[in-house]
């Protein structure tokens, strides 16, 4: 299976892309103070997992994260209505958050399990096993935050 081939792109978006899209409007939902209503972030996830497709755009990959970011910031905006100022500053947090734990824990792992990060980078089925540290932790967060914001009645009606 060979980078930007039909099977890859399509394991690529079910294993890597839609998990991790999930997870991080989720994450996004918490951290606005917004309900957990499934039908949004459904479709805020689905259409983010769409727009990963800019992975495979002859683009610096750089390019891609900016993309990436205008895009979740605007599914989120126009599902919910919430300030664009803290989407985006959210936004931004979580992306930073996303590097630093990657930086933290990605070369222990690639020296602990003996692979180079083109193997891990060129498949997808290793490259979604070496995101579920941090989506594990975006996930506990999540459904931390959102059972604090029940109990506190933080939610914002949107």
């Not at 299976?1 to 690529?12: E, V, W």
């Not at 895009?71 to 919430?82: D, H, K, M, N, S």
């Not at 070369?107 to 995101?131: E, H, K, R």
Request: glycine content about 6%; charged content about 10%; hydrophobic content about 55%.
């Amino acid at each position: 299976m060979s980078y930007g081939s039909p099977a890859y792109t399509f394991y690529f978006l079910l294993l890597n892309a839609f998990p991790e899209s999930l997870v991080l409007t989720l994450a996004l939902f918490s951290l606005l103070n917004l309900r957990f209503k499934a039908g949004k972030i459904l479709a805020i996830a689905g259409l983010q997992t769409i727009s990963n497709l800019v992975e495979f755009l002859p683009v610096n990959p750089g390019v891609h994260s900016i993309i990436l970011i205008f895009t979740l910031v605007i599914f989120i905006y126009i599902f919910t209505g919430a300030r664009l100022s803290k989407i985006f500053l959210w936004v931004i947090i979580c992306m930073i958050i996303i590097t630093l734990s990657l930086m933290i824990y990605a070369q222990p792992l690639l020296g602990w399990t003996g692979l180079a990060y083109d193997t891990v980078n060129n498949s997808p089925f290793l490259a979604s096993a070496f995101i579920v540290p941090y989506e594990l932790l975006f996930l506990a967060f999540a459904l931390w935050k959102n059972h604090y914001n029940r109990r506190r009645g933080l939610f914002l009606d949107t």
